[in-house]
């Protein structure tokens, strides 16, 4: 067969196809840079990206950094002195990871209420047809405008009454279920055709049937997008656990942090490392599931 005959649609590419593919992408690159609009794009996206990195830059190098050199003024912005003594202090004199394994204790339980809860009145909104259902699912979107703030005190007298103070249950038990996630499922759910609902009713399904066997499998990446809001959420929860708690052990991580803060003095590379170490899970969740946030905002975009 001539060497210029063309390849076959299934076959491997050959290195004459890749040198080709390699050249036409410079070539695309060139003529990028080569344009002074874009190239201003991409220089400012730059910037803004190096300008929203620093600050965890600079949370790392503060945890790497020994204390004289973390008062100094001006402060280096590349370090010369680099160690681990304040991730030892930290380990050594705090029960760090009892607050870590505390703060995935109360993250994950939330989470796996919020898939179950969500995903049921999200359904319920989006499919099923009752009086006064749309009255409804705005009554329950407007508490959306109310800060958490406002409803601190009576959460706080509600779990007292429940005798649930400076418990794990007190802290989880408000956060059952969320508006943001009602919301999230009800957009979602409402964009799957009725039909398989309707061929599961002609099947002799029930409703709970139609809802965990039809209904669940096809709002995967919609309960993924949840998970990672409410477990990134929740990871970072700080007013609740601080009034409800009272036993340092039990502490989540925020809230363990916090009483590192000094009344007149404070350790600033214990204060950094301590947030290194609470902000290396959500880093890892982040890149491993970007593409997740990325959909959760285009699934709150969707039209009902």
Known sequence: MSSTSREAPGAAPTSRSLFSVSVEARRRARRAF??????????????A??????????????SLSPQQFIVKVPPDIIPR?????????????????????NTLLIAGSITAFHLLFDSMAGYAFAKRRFPGRNVLFWLVLSTLTVPAQVTLIPVFFLVKDL???DSYPGVILPGFADVFGVFLMKQYIQ?????LESAGRVDGASEWQIYQHIILPLCT????VLAIFTFQRYWNTFI???????DSF???????????????NTDYGMLMTGAAVAAIPMMLMFFTFQRYFVEGIRIGGVKG
């Open 34 to 47: 080569a344009d002074p609009v874009r190239l201003a794009v991409y220089a400012l996206l730059t910037l």
């Open 49 to 62: 990206g190096v300008l929203s990195l620093f600050p965890l830059y600079w949370l790392f190098v503060t």
């Open 81 to 101: 002195d680099l160690s681990l003594q304040n991730y030892q202090r930290l380990f050594a004199t705090t029960p760090v990871i009892r607050w870590l394994v």
């Open 163 to 165: 005798n649930l103070l």
């Open 191 to 195: 964009t799957l055709p009725s039909e």
């Open 221 to 224: 990446p919609a309960l993924a």
């Open 240 to 246: 609740l656990p601080l009034v409800v708690l009272r």
């Open 250 to 264: 039990k502490y989540p991580i925020q809230v363990g942090l916090a009483t590192l803060q000094g009344e007149f």
